[in-house]
């Protein structure tokens, strides 16, 4: 075997790829595309191993020599050179922060919205310990944040933050961060308590009381506000798939809505038909949105393009005398009209489908739930017509209230 010299790794970096050896395990690896690298091989525990040592730009011959002897100086030590690196990362995770970042890195990989526990994460645990050491964190810490979200009035946001440290600190326990979960001891009941399934559906009288409401308060209630609202009645569709959707996705001359499957809550792409009342609001939203992308865009300077995810909640809220980390309220404009969110109104454009009459199966698929049982299993027909009949009925009874 010819050892290699700088001038043989400066031509073979030029030339055809391959891996060359340089003896010890060494091997100088030039790839089809990217950087040319150093690598070591190794056998342990009876397995044949192999590790980047760094891009052949950063380091010279005879330091990847140097290098390469000192990974092989572990592994008679008894240390794997991959464990020994992987221990090396994990010792540079000094902070909260720093221990979030590895563990969601996880996350992207495993949750479909993996954005859900890192929005939580960024605002409401983040400021209390992110710059702290994870082994100094403490259950007090622990209960600040909880206390902080559950005076804010958002006890299922509490439960969730609550979720997420139990998961975040057990995390460094297996890196050997810690070696206790300092929010263990603590269960719903110190956060948010035991959440009760909403059923909350607007009446009809109560819903043309709402949007007249809405009106009168137009200085606070903005216009785009009113229109997803409007648009979230009519359609069914999830908050998310309305104020997060881009134009792209609407033909407003065929009148359909295309909501892909990345987009869909439910994983499951689908045509939307869109009644004449619909395009009527669309419309006026794409005078609007003034050019962008999206339906909603964002009116304030934010990193998020589209209208935030708490933005129409937070409105309603503040009618309703509801404002998060203000010590004086807003005076309560709703009236005796009972508290609501903004997912009631698609629980609403559920109840109201069915007063109308439209049978039970068209209407689930309105709101894009997949068909239950063995209809769920053996029917694939998507009642696109049956669909766009019962949204343009819901439209004749929603036109003169909105």
């Known amino acids: 075997m010819t050892k290699l010299t700088s001038k043989l790794v400066a031509a073979k970096v030029k030339g055809e790829p391959g891996s060359f050896a340089d003896g010890n395990g060494l091997y100088l690896v030039v790839p089809k595309r990217g950087r040319a690298y150093w690598s070591l091989r190794y056998t342990a525990h009876s397995k ?36 020994a690196k992987k221990q090396a990362e994990y010792a540079s995770i000094h902070t909260v922060d ?21 929005r939580v994460y960024m605002q409401d645990i983040a400021p209390v310990i992110g710059e702290m050491q994870p082994s100094d964190v403490t259950g007090r810490d622990i209960k600040q944040i909880l206390q902080n979200i559950v005076e804010s009035n958002r006890p299922t946001v509490a439960n ?27 269960s719903v009941d110190d956060a ?32 785009d506000n009113y229109l997803a609202c409007a648009l979230l009645v009519l359609l069914g569709v999830r908050k998310g798939e309305l104020t997060e959707a881009t134009w792209s996705e609407f033909h407003l001359k065929t009148k359909t809505w295309y909501l892909p499957s990345e987009r869909s809550k439910s994983g499951v792409a689908i045509d939307i038909p ?28 934010s990193k998020m393009p589209h209208m935030g995810k708490d933005t129409l909640n937070r ?9 998060p980390g203000r010590a004086v309220q807003p005076e309560n404009k709703m009236g005796d009209i009972a508290y609501f969110t903004v997912h009631d109104l698609r629980r609403t454009c559920r109840s109201l489908l069915a007063a109308i009459g439209v ?39 929603l036109e003169p209230i909105i």
């Open 98 to 118: 720093e221990l979030f970042a590895d563990w969601h890195e996880g996350n992207v990989r495993r949750l479909k919205h993996h954005q859900i526990p890192q």
């Open 48 to 83: 044949r191993k192999q590790m980047t040592l760094a891009p052949v730009d950063d380091l010279s011959l005879a330091d990847a020599r140097a290098e390469a002897a000192l990974k092989k100086k572990q592994l008679r030590d008894g240390l794997d050179p991959l464990i």
């Open 192 to 223: 948010g308590g035991v959440e009760k399934s909403r059923d909350r559906a607007l009446s009809f009288k109560e819903l043309t009381q709402v949007f007249k409401k809405f009106r009168e308060e137009s200085d606070s209630f903005t216009r």
């Open 274 to 301: 869109l009644p004449d009342l619909a395009i009527q609001w669309l419309d006026e939203l794409k005078v609007r949105s003034l050019g962008s992308d999206y339906v909603f865009p964002n009116r304030r300077s």
């Open 315 to 323: 409105a309603i809220a503040k009618l309703f005398g509801r404002e």
């Open 160 to 186: 969730d933050a609550l979720l997420y440290c139990k998961q975040l600190f057990n995390h460094a326990i297996k890196l050997d961060l810690i070696v206790h979960n300092p929010a263990f001891a603590f």
């Open 359 to 397: 049978p039970g199966h068209v209407a689930e698929r309105c709101l894009n739930h997949a068909l239950k049982g063995v209809e769920g299993i053996y029917n694939r027909h998507d009642y696109f017509d049956e669909r766009k009949e019962a949204l343009e009925l819901l439209a004749k009874k």
